[in-house]
């Protein structure tokens, strides 16, 4: 498909979405005593009872559970790349290349606390850039780095090779976020342009928040340089120019505070609760709520299984935060504070 | 000519004197060793029982292989390092030499290799150190325009500098936000990763510049303290650093040279000396060994036997025995005069025939020759292809002597046809123009194959009968029902392409019908021959089905194999006629240089490609027509040990 016709996939992407769960899961699930039985639920009465088929009613572990989770939802992704070729192809390749990411900072955290590398992701197994076994065979930082030779990670990791200290890890991973978004964006220019402006915009809001976080968290908590917070900023953000973020970037809390209130992203402020506990799950309930009316007005366009992607993402999210609580013996009404979809009751 | 007989030899001998029992075998060249260990476990070990060898006998029980002594291999690898750095190339073992004592080679190698290590180490340390200085320079790309001084730099008070790479977009990141950062930046070079910045910034805020620099992947290039002053004079500085040490590296080299003529000649004689012990060690392993005694088995042709006892007469008290039948197949020894001898290549490229089959060697030269000579007869390009061999089997004996006499045949072959580098007109025919009389070539091709086919039956049924193969050599289809038939089939063929018949047609098909009823029944014939029962294996029907159908293929492959050698008249004309079309271009160009040119191409490619295609057409007719018929070549060949 050279991206004209995008009715076959979009029809895919439609019952694949109707896969997800419902309201009714949640709340059967929420309900339910321990987590073993929470798991049992999602092997017998939904969708992720395939992969979680070979996990052993023995070993029932949360992060085992989240791995295969994930592999659920790029082999869903791998089933909507197979409708697309060339530059679209790549383009969702790109996309899923977060998880891969993801991977490498796990690998990068193992190997700076010198553990053993985990086995736990290369679940990015068709279109993996890196070979993982080589790689979890390793004994230090540089060795890793080098097995990454030829890979787009090579060169932003390259300079860190014989560096120490705890500080390398938060530096690498930084490029690596950075390297994603930049991927991404460079990738998309080569769509045509209804689909490069669609998406520049979901991806330029998403930027916009992280951003924001970024700042707050950096000004509240990390006591980072102002000139160090503007470094690291991810560019094509949509509502701010670089001024204002600069200014954003030398301002206490309060100014900050108020320059987002007079954005359109004034929710994340403008409210009674705990405002750092819940801000990325404000961030994510605002993008959830964005893709699903996406997915509603259904475009003949790229957004459609975009917004699919984003969905099962937050849902697989939810899923784990639901296991996590039930762990933590957090009841109902507490739980749904902690969900991205909006369930009744929570704000 | 032929194969030679292999006979078994073993040997019993006192366990002190093995190494120079072997080492006397492997210069002698004539015994191809096999594993004693599995020779005795087969009782092949044959010794006469007397009072004398009682005590061998014994000793046969807690036998053992011999374990391999791997501290030569330590030592041959210093000699390695001492060959590298006297520059020595490989060189070939050479025999003779004094014997010398391990323990001699290994002190004298040792005192060697200390001096030798003593200044290698040190060139190796002085190339690291210029690998450095080399590094640097290239990272360290400033213009000498840069007219700072270093010291200056260095010297700053409240200030610190630093110098690296950034890339653009993190240059643009920092410029953009330039007036909340503390720090000048200058350009002040490029290298092949990037632009060259210098930063300076106040000593009060060092922390915090090197997190924002941290921020931007600055990667800082580090000047060594002892690299004063401006660029200019770090550059001189760096360039009177190399050459001191290229001059250290000199003085070092000049010292190793010394050492080397010092040590050489003997060091030489240490390594051949090591060579050989280690080559021995090797053949140790198929020894083996009990608490006083070695055993040791190989294969000799029978007729070195006398020449092997005599060279190890000179030891006393060893047990030789030479055994003709053992239950392990032998190996081949190939006997054949200087001139068959370079055929035996495009033998051993098919297999090498078994100890107990006739040696094809001769025939296959005589044949190949023939066949050769007649599809690329020419006088001219012939006596190339003869050069071009005497000039390969400088390098390579074999092949330039295979060549050499491929070469001749088609100068032969060019005077019966009267062609001189593909030109006709220059000296007659002594037997026929082949493109003015294309069917007699043909026919003459076929007959020439008939001939070859008939010669091969023969040689198949002699084969079969050395083995004693009542069932292949009376009935098979190689054999001598085969043959009755193929020639049957020739003579009813035959008669009807003349018109007049050569046996009676009726009597030619009972013969043929009989020699097919011999082919489809040879293993019941067989077993009631020789006398066994019952007259079928396991599977009869399966038998029949399978005898009938290779009688079809019998029948196929007859006709096909003899239609076959057409291709050696067509190949004689084809060589004629991809002349000719030379000869016609040559003609087009019109000027006689021209034409010269043109023909001097036609030669080259007809004897490149056309010669090569020939080459590979007259062997396929041996493998495929030829040998299929008469030659199984399952054999192993001779190879004896030796010290190269």
Redesign the interface.
């Known amino acids: 498909m050279n991206g004209q016709n995008f009715s076959a996939v979009n029809t895919k992407t439609r019952v694949l979405k109707s896969r997800l769960l419902s309201n009714r899961d949640y709340i059967n699930l929420m309900q339910l005593d321990n987590v073993n039985e929470q798991i049992d639920y999602l092997k017998n009465n939904t969708v992720y009872g395939k992969v979680l088929e070979d996990v052993d009613e023995l070993d029932y572990d949360i992060q085992r559970i989240e791995i295969n989770l994930k592999r659920y939802l790029i082999i869903q992704m791998e089933k909507i790349i197979r409708y697309f070729t060339g530059e679209y192809k790549e383009f969702y390749k790109t996309l899923l290349l977060r998880y891969e990411i993801e991977d490498l900072k796990l690998y990068l955290r193992a190997i700076e606390r010198k553990e053993e590398i985990p086995n736990v992701a290369c679940f990015f197994l068709n279109h993996s850039t890196f070979n993982c076994n080589k790689l979890q065979n390793v004994g230090n930082l540089g060795e890793f780095i080098d097995g990454l030779k030829g890979t787009i990670y090579y060169d932003?990791l390259a300079?860190y090779k014989d560096e120490e200290g705890p500080?390398t890890i938060f530096?690498m991973e930084?490029?690596l976020d950075r390297l994603y978004f930049n991927q991404l964006k460079a990738k998309c220019k080569k769509l045509r342009k209804a689909d490069r402006e669609a998406f520049e915009y979901t991806l330029g809001e998403n930027i916009d928040l992280l951003n924001i976080e970024w700042i707050y968290r950096g000004i509240k908590f990390y006591n980072l340089?102002?000139?160090?917070l503007?470094?690291?900023l991810l560019p094509h953000g949509l509502e701010f120019n670089?001024k204002d973020l600069?200014k954003m970037c030398?301002s206490d809390i309060d100014t900050l505070k108020e320059i987002v209130l007079k954005s359109k992203y004034s929710f994340l402020f403008d409210t009674k609760k705990d405002v750092e506990l819940f801000m990325e799950r404000r961030i994510e309930r605002y993008l959830y709520f964005k893709f699903k009316s996406l997915f509603k007005k259904g475009h003949l366009n790229i957004l459609i299984t975009i917004a699919y992607f984003h969905l099962l993402e937050f849902e697989i999210r939810d899923i784990i935060s639901m296991l996590e609580a039930k762990r933590y013996g957090f009841t109902l009404e507490d739980t749904i504070n902690y969900l991205v979809k909006k369930i009744e009751g929570s704000d | 000519m032929a194969v030679e007989k292999m006979v078994m030899m073993n040997i019993i001998g006192d366990i002190s004197r093995v190494d120079d029992i072997l080492k006397d075998i492997a210069l002698s060249g004539k015994v191809d060793l096999v594993s004693a260990m599995k020779e005795i476990e087969e009782n092949n070990f044959a010794i006469n029982i007397n009072h004398e060898n009682l005590e061998r006998l014994v000793d046969l029980n807690d036998i053992k292989t011999f374990n391999k002594d791997n501290s030569y291999k330590q030592l041959i690898q210093k000699a390695e390092e001492i060959k590298r750095a006297f520059n020595i190339e490989t060189h070939e073992p050479s025999l003779g030499g004094p014997s010398l004592d391990k323990d001699h080679i290994r002190a004298r190698i040792d005192e060697i290799y200390e001096q030798v290590e003593n200044y290698s180490e040190k060139i190796k340390q002085v190339e690291k150190r210029l690998e450095e200085i080399d590094k640097f320079e290239r990272s360290f790309t400033i213009p000498e325009s840069f007219s700072i001084s270093t010291d200056d730099l260095r010297n700053l008070n409240y200030f610190e500098h630093k110098f690296g790479l950034l890339s653009k977009e993190?240059r643009i990141?920092?410029k953009?936000?330039y007036e909340?950062?503390l720090a000048a930046i200058l350009h002040v070079g490029t290298n092949k990763d990037g632009e060259i910045y210098l930063i300076i910034y106040p000593l009060l805020v060092k922390e915090?510049i090197k997190?924002?620099l941290?921020?931007?992947?600055f990667?800082e290039i580090v000047i060594p303290e002892t690299y004063r002053g401006t660029i200019t004079e770090i550059k001189d500085q760096l360039e009177n650093e190399k050459q001191g040490l290229i001059k250290e590296i000199e003085g070092y080299n000049k010292s190793l040279e010394e050492l080397k003529k010092k040590y050489k000649d003997e060091f030489l004689i240490l390594l051949n000396q090591l060579s050989i012990k280690e080559k021995i060690e090797e053949y140790k392993s198929n020894l083996a060994r009990s608490n006083k005694f070695f055993y040791l088995s190989g294969w000799i042709s029978e007729s070195d036997k006398n020449e092997i006892k005599n060279i190890l007469n000179r030891y006393d008290k060893l047990l030789i025995t030479i055994n003709d039948e053992t239950s392990i197949k032998p190996p081949t020894k190939l006997k054949n005069n200087w001139f068959f001898r370079p055929f035996e290549v495009l033998l051993k490229m098919y297999g090498v025939p078994a100890h107990d089959e006739l040696d094809p060697t001769p025939f296959l030269s005589i044949s190949y020759m023939l066949l050769f000579g007649a599809m690329f007869g020419d006088l001219g390009q012939g006596f190339i292809i003869l050069l071009g061999g005497l000039l390969l089997s400088r390098k390579n004996k074999l092949f330039g002597g295979l060549l050499e006499r491929l070469g001749f045949s088609s100068m032969i072959f060019g005077v019966l046809y009267g062609e001189v580098f593909g030109i006709e007109e220059l000296i007659p025919a002594l037997v026929i123009k082949p493109f003015e009389e294309i069917n007699t070539v043909l026919v003459a091709a076929i007959v020439v194959g008939v001939v070859l086919i008939l010669i091969s039956y023969i040689l198949g049924i002699i084969n079969c009968f050395k083995r004693k193969d009542i069932e292949e050599g009376l009935f098979g289809k190689e054999g001598l029902a085969g043959l009755i038939f193929y020639i049957c089939l020739l003579a009813i063929v035959g008669g009807t392409l003349i018109g007049k018949p050569i046996i009676p047609t009726g009597l030619g098909i009972a013969i043929i019908l009989i020699c097919i009823a011999g082919m489809v029944l040879k293993e019941p014939l067989t077993n009631l021959i020789t006398g066994k029962r019952p007259l079928h294996g396991e599977d009869v029907s399966g038998y029949y089905v399978q005898s009938i159908f290779s009688l079809i293929e019998v029948i196929l492959s007859m006709l096909s194999g003899t239609i076959s050698f057409i291709r050696v008249g067509a190949f004689t004309l084809t060589h004629v006629g991809l002349f000719i079309a030379f000869k016609t271009i040559g003609e087009m160009i019109g000027t006689s240089t021209g034409n010269v040119i043109v023909l001097i191409i036609g030669n080259i490619v007809v004897i490149g490609l056309e010669g090569l295609i020939v080459f590979i057409q007259g062997l396929r007719l041996q493998y495929y027509e030829l040998f299929s018929r008469y030659y199984k070549g399952d054999g192993k060949e001779f190879n004896p040990i030796s010290i190269k």
């Open positions: 932003i300079p500080k530096y930084m490029n340089l102002p000139e160090e503007i470094n690291y670089y600069k030398y | 993190d990141r920092l953009k936000n909340n950062i915090e997190r924002i941290r921020s931007v992947n990667k």
